[in-house]
């Protein structure tokens, strides 16, 4: 259960800065190991895990690692019965006082997707933006099972990582993540380390005439690779699309991964 860096340092206020402020930074396109792709967010995200999920008013549905709240406000908006688990007590804030401000009801809950408090509750599981893949191999596996054990029986799941082909692809040992007009920026240094499938990161934020650094890492994962992890945590569908909600390719930049819990 040892973290493999700090995410509360990099899940942070500085965080939000950039990518949840209004008129926000812009967004270098690339592998941005934790950056939501910037043409495939808002209503072109909600609208394609409406489609993939078969959402329909009323259901219940576990934004899982919620963020600043941007897709669970959507999803509430449309009618869905959303709740919000996140570990950052900064993101939750900031998910709460936008709901208020929608006027849209959302249950945001502080937690760790590692111990999701619930059993057989979810119609629905969505894990947007990248948010899967920052423990160590049995945990994330771990965290699978505790999807599945959250989802009612026929219940799914979507998550939407990066197409580690195209990732591949474009990867560069450092780049601008983001930049705002004032000066702050975001610049990563990355390595890929070969026997653990993981992207190792030193990130510096640029803010205010000010530098601090941290560091994160994350899992890297084929489809066949994470299908396979799917199915031995108990789902037993699992398909692959891109971020056109066609089938997967290895020119789609995002991965939306679907899986299906037995209706029995």
């Known amino acids: 259960m040892s973290d493999l860096f700090d995410a509360a340092a990099m899940y942070d206020e500085d965080y939000l800065h950039f990518f949840a402020a209004p008129g926000g930074a812009t967004e270098f396109p690339g592998q941005g190991p934790t950056v939501p792709a910037a043409a ?5 995200a909600v609208e394609l895990a409406w ?3 078969d959402l329909r008013p009323n259901m219940r549905v576990l934004d899982l690692a919620c963020g600043h709240g941007d897709l669970a406000h959507r999803l ?12 950052s007590e900064v993101f939750l804030d900031r998910a709460r006082a936008d709901a208020a401000a929608a006027g849209v009801s959302v249950e945001y809950v502080a937690g760790d997707m590692r111990q999701i408090p619930w059993t057989a509750q979810f119609d629905r599981v969505i894990n947007w933006s990248t948010a899967f893949g920052y423990f160590d ?3 994330n596996h771990a965290v699978l099972r505790g999807i599945v054990e959250a989802l009612r029986p026929g219940g799914r799941l979507a998550m939407d990582l990066d197409n580690l082909t195209s990732f591949l692809a474009s990867y560069a040992p450092s780049r601008v993540v983001a930049a ?6 975001l610049v990563d ?3 890929l380390n070969a026997l653990t499938g993981r992207l190792e990161a030193e990130r510096t934020v640029l803010r205010g005439g000010r530098a601090r650094r941290t560091y994160f890492v994350k899992r890297l994962f084929g489809f066949p690779e994470l299908r396979d992890w799917l199915l031995t945590a108990g789902f037993t569908t699992v398909a692959g699309h891109g971020e056109d909600g066609q089938p997967l390719t290895a020119d789609h930049r995002r991965m939306i991964v679907v899986a299906g819990k037995p209706a029995f």
Request: hydrophobic letters at 25%; a neutral charge.
């Open 189 to 191: 240094r990355y390595r």
């Open 51 to 53: 489609r993939l999920l």
């Open 40 to 44: 495939f967010s808002g209503e072109t």
């Open 76 to 87: 509430a908006a449309r009618g869905c019965r959303v709740t919000g688990l996140d570990s």
């Open 180 to 185: 705002r007009d004032d000066g702050d920026m």
């Open 137 to 139: 191999d049995p945990t």
